[in-house]
């Protein structure tokens, strides 16, 4: 093993469009100067794990296989937690990586067993040449994950990666399935990001059409039904009241590519006690023995359900109910300061339609879910799988990479800021038009919120207030301070003409919790978290 070939950038060269990014090493340089000489687009992250979360905002906006590369040993620990978190996603990447085997090399790890004890998918090819790369594209577009590709080794007996496949998936639903389908009286069926990826939303919306079924989603799938008057929204923790009653009236639930986990069901909370749950999905069974899960794949199972139910005329129900659970949450009285409600119900209304919104971790995820709609379209960017602060600017970057037309609204908190703004460089230097929110509140707000009513000292999780907007300037990009709603007047001058970043630093009173505006659900589940 040793430096990443530079033979293996030709096979980068028959797709331009798709950017590799990366931070340069003595293991990697040659290769990236090789892409970019090849005439791709290589673009320069500030930090590894930067590198690997723009792949898989990448990988994730335009349903395509990110590629991302970083130098050997502290270069690839860098890139751990996103690497992580991007396996938690499902989200198909290559990460080339140096390496070394010199035991007396100071930057020597075993990169081997490191990925196998994390679970993720690692190849040592057998060759310098590009053929193997593009073997293993393929590989990562089929099983949905990351892979880590390390440089070849003369005599190399590592196995060619297979991954997880859709073997053992059904061909055929089981009659048992079609038979609650058709004895069930109240009928949801909800989409998940699995759905999502694999184009079934338009099954799932003319099966519900046929069975005369309430539409939802979870979180990740938000919007994925609009227009629809049989859509309620999403469901779990952050659901408006209405749509989590219309859910739990419902006396057969068929899911289809969810992992339907305590945060999406609030703990199992959002279904009726007696309903009947069947998981619909190509991933392993789920834990819960609360639900049937059937492997199968969802579109083929939406048009199977729809080939085998008899149609329903339309209820008033479905409708009546969704129209319900659409109806926008009551408007809190505001808090001294700038209320962090407020202030996302404000950048809801001004913020163009067409966006995608990604969000990094922290207690604001709550407020910004539940206020900053997409409702045209499937495009929220829910970055909890690793449940990992930091990696949502940089995630935003590579989903604003693909261009499109959507406007790309990055939200952070003022923790994630200190991780990971210098990834703000990569954004002005490439001067995309990307909405920046930090929601400053001088701490780490889900442990202040978690602990301080248990009378833990959390002035570890606290900090001064900084001014992220000056940094923000100092890289380059448009800034502003935000204290009231009056300030987002810059939002809507900057709006006129998005040609470069901006950054809203909003300074928002720490006092007000995420609980204020959820569903005894939400609360529930929001406060057992570990």
């Known amino acids: 093993m040793g430096p990443i070939p530079q033979s293996w950038a030709e096979a980068l060269r028959s797709d331009p469009s798709t950017p590799i990014f990366g931070l340069a090493g003595s ?3 040659r290769f990236l100067a090789q892409c970019r000489t090849n005439g791709a687009q290589v673009v320069q992250a500030q930090h590894e794990a930067g590198a690997v979360a723009m ?50 090399h100071h930057q020597r790890i075993d990169t081997l067993a490191l990925c196998d004890a994390l679970g993720i998918a690692v190849v ?22 990351p892979i880590v590709v390390l ?100 006396d057969v639930v068929i899911t289809f590519g969810a992992a339907l986990d305590d945060w999406s069901t609030a703990g199992g909370r959002v279904f009726g006690q007696d309903a009947t749950v069947v998981r619909i999905d190509n991933h392993a069974p789920h834990h819960s023995a609360r639900f049937t899960t059937v492997l199968m794949d969802a579109a083929s199972a939406a048009r199977q359900l729809h080939s085998r139910t008899s149609v329903r005329s339309t209820s008033e129900w479905a409708i009546s109910a969704a129209a319900l659970a659409r109806q926008a949450r009551p408007r809190v009285k505001p808090a001294p300061g700038l209320d962090p409600r407020h202030l ?20 604001f995820i709550a407020l910004a879910s539940m206020y900053l709609t997409t409702l045209h379209g499937p495009h929220l960017m829910f970055g909890q799988d690793f449940q990992s602060v930091g990696l949502g600017l940089a995630r935003a970057i590579g989903a604003a990479c693909s261009r ?29 038009p990307v909405i920046v929110i930090i929601v400053n509140d001088a701490a780490y707000g889900a442990e202040v919120h978690d ?10 999780a606290q900090s001064p207030l900084r001014d992220w907007a000056a940094v923000a300037s100092a890289l380059g990009a448009r800034s502003h301070r935000v204290h009231s709603l009056h300030d987002l007047e810059a939002l809507q001058d900057w709006l006129s003409d998005p040609q470069e970043p901006i950054v809203l630093d909003c300074l928002v009173n720490p006092e007000v919790d995420a609980v204020s505006v959820m569903t005894p659900e939400g609360v529930a589940e929001w406060s057992c978290a570990e």
Request: include cysteine; charged fraction near 15%; aromatic fraction near 4%.
């Open 55 to 104: 792949a898989a905002g990448w990988a994730e906006a335009t349903d395509s296989v990110g590629i991302a590369s970083v130098h050997q040993g502290p270069g690839f620990t860098n890139a751990i937690t996103a690497l992580v978190d991007a396996h938690r996603g499902w989200l198909p990447l290559l990460l080339l990586a140096g390496h070394t085997d010199n035991p007396q």
């Open 27 to 29: 293991s990697n340089l």
């Open 344 to 363: 996302f119900d404000e950048l809801n209304r001004l913020i163009p339609p067409q966006r995608r919104l990604v969000l990094d971790s922290g207690h």
């Open 404 to 432: 499109d037309s959507r406007l790309t609204v990055a939200v952070i908190g003022d923790g994630g800021a200190a991780m990971s703004l210098l990834e703000l460089a990569t954004v002005v230097d490439m001067r995309l």
């Open 124 to 145: 040592v090819p057998q060759t310098h040449h590009p053929r193997e790369l593009d073997g293993l594209l393929l590989d990562a577009a089929r099983a949905k994950c």
């Open 451 to 460: 602990f301080q009513p248990l009378g833990v000292d959390v002035s570890v």
């Open 151 to 250: 440089p070849p080794e003369p005599t190399s007996t590592r196995p060619h990666f297979h991954g997880p496949t859709a073997t053992g998936l059904l061909d055929s639903l089981p009659e048992e399935l079609v038979s609650r389908v058709s004895a069930g009286q109240r009928l949801a069926l909800i989409a998940g990001r699995g759905a999502v990826r694999s184009n079934a939303l338009q099954a799932i919306h003319q099966l519900a059409d046929h069975i005369d079924g309430l539409l939802l989603t979870t979180l990740p799938a938000h919007g994925a039904f609009a227009g629809n008057p049989r859509y309620a929204g999403s469901i779990g923790g952050f659901a408006t009241a209405g749509s989590t009653s219309a859910l739990q009236s419902c």
